[in-house]
Each structure stands twice: as C-alpha cells, then as structure tokens.
C-alpha cells in the first residue's frame, strides 16, 4: 500500500500562530536582464534559404575584411557579402559551382585572398575569394571524403593541412601542389574535426570518431605530441585565442582542456541533450576589446554562449531546427547558423538607432531621448497574467514554501482508488508478494469487498488465490487471516473447485498442507508435554 507523504513544517513564533505568508522575489533578479544577456538579445534574427534542401554542413568567415562568409551546402561553395552590407547577399561569382560530389569545410587564408575547400571525392582545391575563376590549386593526396581543411591562421600563407574519412592527415605546401607531411593512420576512424594553433602555424590539432583528439607538431614527424580521450566521437574541435587551452565537441558534452598542462582536463559543459555539432569563439562588446566566448552549436536547436573564464553558461538561443554548424563575424554584429534542411539563420546586431526605435525613443541632432513604452496592466484576461513570477527567484529573506512530494500508485493502489476490487485482488496476486497481498486484503476487509471480490473470480483468478494460501496460510504471521479466508474460498466456491482439475489439484494441495500443519502442531505439543514436567522439577 502506498503510503502517505509527510506534510511540510513551517516553524511559526507560537503553537497557535500560523506561518507568516511568502513574500513575492524582487523583480529584476533574472539573469536573462544582465548586460550580456542584452548584447545577446540585440541581434535581429532573419532566415536565409539556400536554395537546396540539404544540410549546411559549415560556415567560415573571413578574417580580413570585408568579412564575406563561405558556406558549404551539398555541391556548391556559396559566399556571401561581408558583415557591413545591410544583409548577407549572395555575391556575384557565388556559388563555387567547381566540384562534382559534395563540398566541404570551407576555409579563409589569413589575409582573406583565397579560399580552399574539401570534396567527397578526397580533392581539395583553392580557389580566388575575389574573382570567379577555376580553382588554383588542386591537391591530391585522400582517397576518400575530406571533412576538415583549414589553413593556419598566423602569418603563414603557402601552407594548409586536410583531414579525411581514409584517416589520414596531410600538411601541404599549396604553391607546389605536394604534401610535406603525410600520415596515413593519423587515427582509427573517420578524422571529422580540426584547428590550427593561434601562436604557432606548425602546431595543428584533429579530432577523430575513435574518441580520440591528437595534438600534431608538423616539424616532428615520428607522430603526434598529445593525445586526449574525448570519451565520444569527436564531432569538432577549436583552440581557445590564448592558444593554451582547447575545446573539443562530442555527444552532448564539451570539454576544456589545458594542452600545456599536458592534457588535463579543466571542465566539462554538459548543457545540450543531443550531439554538439559545431563551435566558434565570439566576443561581447567591441570585436577588438570585448571580452572573448565559445558559441557551441547541437542538434536540439540551442546556440549556447559560454564563458570560459567564470565557466558558466551566460546565454542560450532556441532555433526551429537541427544546428550542424555556427560562425561569429570578426567585426562581432553578425551571427549565423546553418540547420540539416539547407535554411541558414542570421542574427546581425541592431544598431543604437534600431534599439531606441524599438524602445520608443527619439533621435535628435545624434542623441538618443529615450521614450520608453508604458508598461500595460497586466489583467486576468491576459494568458501572462497567470504566470507572472515564475521565472523569478527568491531572496534571501523569502520563505520557500516547498510543494507536497508527489506519491508514485502502485497498479493494485490505483485500481482501489478506482474501486476495482476484484481487479486490484487479481492484481496482486499476480505479483507474489505476501505482505502487499495481505494487505489488499485487509482494505478489502475493510471495505466489506473481499468476499465478493473472491465471489466474481474466474477460474484463472481463484487458481491465483487457492495458490497463494497454499503457500502462506501456514505462515504464522499471516496464519490467523489467511487460515478463516480458506475455509470462506472453499465453502463459497465448492461448486466450481469440484467442476475444475486444476482448481481440484489446489485445493487437494491446501488439504495436504492443512494436515502436515495439523501433525507438526501435534508433535509440538507431545514435546511441549514432556517438556514441561522436566522444566517444573528443574525449578525446584
């Protein structure tokens, strides 16, 4: 039986006093009105279709400006104009229509100028960022899909590193179209994630479906300087700006770690309930004096911001569908994300003209008058009216009145609350419990319903019954009950025990049972005779 949940205690100054009543939290204590939280929520949110139902597998910008961004969508390697332009405009030349299988990983040189991509068919090629022409550079070296090209971010301009499915990882000289570093079993399965050092253009790092992440020196080639255990299939990797610390994605977990600390680990952010698909660093505030932050993109739709020097999470955006990838602009206004279904969401910040019109307020000779809107009552007919409060959080001199803890019915405890008894009697005894059995049978006693519970029972229910007092009638703790309960069954039910072999076996098993207990009851009291003359002349 279920049993009651205690009520809560509320001390009071007196017996006869009640408690005083829970005062309402102070407004204004929720996060989401935090300075962060409103650079978050300045970004105007528009969609962007790219014409083809497919996944926007990645997204780059370039580090130079104009900032234009290059997406990969099926076969096409699309640009889009730079963060200045009122909205992000295909260009001219756009898109890349240069690859015969699907394109991937598209990434900016240094300086902007060029653009190389991998292939499905394991070709990488580098092309003019500024004028549509054929590709440059075509390098071989990948004999199957190339998920990962990136080129180093420092200075270096001539060189540029790929990772494929075949496990391999090359480091080319682009001008002369060879490999200076290739390494065929880089790691055990599909390579899916890469980064380049933001200090050194000879440190790169790859991530790998065989959990691991493997820190590689170029100019060392007797094999990889760390490896780290992500504990998942690594879905993405990114060096942190400081070049020390490295974030890496896979599942529904991110980890930090400390790569000049040899590997060890520093945190672990496990905010989203499916696969981490995408990262990229964003910066709060000015692009060139804002305070840094790691944007990680998954499957449930979030965009979550995370502060790696508080570790905490300060922000979180909702979209309507599958995120596999996000990119923050350099100048820090725009923020885009591509979905699984070929539509890229943009998000560009508001400028202080935009924010002050959707405040109410006036521009006048360059200066903002802030008007802002008068706040409506709120009334009963309104659907905010009833949950206003509910985001808010006590202070600490509130009193938290706690919700009664909600009991969890057994299926025997819910058939009684629906009054079934023969139903909740069939029940459990299909379990085999004694002490709950005996206790459904002692409500139904209580209810003046365990006789016709036992009245209704067909063949297979008073089967179970005869069954169970054949094994526990004799039980000394249940004997008494249990006992005057089969005398009632059989007496009541002669008719259809005597009409039925199997019943008839049960009840010939109940007699049986009865007689052994009658004859060890017996003998009991023969010892218990001769006992006691022996215990009365011992106690002379």
């Known amino acids: 039986m279920a049993e009651t949940a205690a009520r809560p205690f509320f001390p009071a100054e007196s017996a006869h006093e009640p408690p005083p009543p829970a005062r309402r939290a102070r407004h204004g204590t929720c996060p989401s009105t935090t300075p962060e939280s409103r650079f978050w929520r300045s970004f105007r949110n528009s969609q962007l279709c790219s014409g083809l139902i497919h996944p926007v597998t990645h997204l780059d910008f370039s580090p130079a400006p104009p900032h234009d961004l290059a997406v990969s969508v099926s076969t096409n390697l699309s640009l889009y104009a730079g963060a200045h332009s009122p909205d992000l405009s295909p260009k001219a030349f756009s898109p890349i229509r240069h690859f015969d299988d699907v394109a991937y990983s598209p990434s900016f040189r240094c300086d902007g100028s060029l653009l190389a991509a991998g292939s499905h068919s394991g070709l990488v090629q580098v092309f003019d960022a500024h004028r549509a022409r054929p590709p440059l550079r075509r390098l071989r070296g990948h004999s199957r899909p190339v998920r990962v090209v990136r080129y180093p ?26 490999s200076l570093l290739s390494i065929p079993a880089a790691h055990k399965d599909y390579i899916r994630a890469g980064a380049a050092s933001p200090v050194s253009p000879e440190v790169v790092v790859t991530g790998s479906y065989d959990h691991l992440v493997r820190l590689w020196d170029v100019r060392a080639t007797g094999g990889s300087v760390a490896a780290f255990n992500h504990g998942d299939p690594v879905e993405c990797v990114l060096f942190l700006p400081s070049g020390g610390l490295l974030a890496t994605a896979g599942g529904n977990v991110v980890k930090i770690w400390d790569v000049i600390g040899g590997g060890r680990i520093i945190h ?24 840094s932050r790691l944007l990680t993109a998954s499957l449930d739709g979030y965009v979550k911001v995370f502060d790696y020097a508080s570790f905490k ?85 509130d009193i938290v009145v706690q919700q009664r803890a909600r009991v969890k019915l057994a299926e025997h405890d819910k058939l009684l609350k629906k009054f079934e008894h023969r139903e909740a009697l069939v029940c459990v005894l299909e379990k085999k419990n004694p002490n709950t059995v005996v206790a459904v049978m002692q409500e139904l006693v209580a209810r003046r319903k365990l006789l016709a519970a036992v009245k209704t029972l067909d063949d297979e229910g008073l089967g179970l019954l005869l069954s169970f007092l054949h094994r526990n009638a004799t039980l000394p703790r249940y004997a008494r009950f249990l006992m005057g309960l ?48 022996l215990l009365r002349m011992a106690g002379r």
């Not at 696969?275 to 004096?289: F, M």
């Not at 596999?324 to 350099?330: E, G, K, Q």
């Not at 019109?357 to 802002?372: A, H, S």
């Open 153 to 178: 971010r420092a200075a270096e301009k001539t060189h540029l590193f790929s990772g494929g499915d075949d496990a391999v990882l090359n480091y080319w000289d682009v001008v002369t179209e060879t």
């Open 268 to 291: 672990r952010i496990d905010c989203h309930n499916k696969t981490v698909t995408s990262l990229c660093l964003g910066r709060v505030g000015k692009a060139d004096g804002g305070e």
């Open 313 to 397: 999470i300060t922000h979180s955006t909702r979209y309507p569908s599958m995120l596999l990838s996000v990119a923050f602009s350099p100048m820090g206004n725009v923020l885009v994300a591509g979905t699984s279904n070929g539509v890229i969401y943009i998000g560009k910040k508001k400028t202080k003209k935009e924010e002050t019109q959707d405040m109410g307020g006036d521009v006048d000779d360059g200066f903002i008058v802030e008007k802002r809107r008068e706040k409506r009552a709120l009334r009963p007919t309104n659907f905010r009216y009833f949950q206003r409060g509910q985001s808010d959080k006590p202070s600490a001199t």
């Open 486 to 533: 089969a005398t009632k069954v059989l007496q009541m039910r002669e008719e259809d025990i005597r009409s039925s072999a199997e019943l008839m076996t049960h009840a010939r098993n109940l007699k049986r049972m009865v007689a052994e207990e009658i004859q060890i009851q017996r003998t009991l009291q023969e010892i218990q005779g001769m006992i006691s003359p």
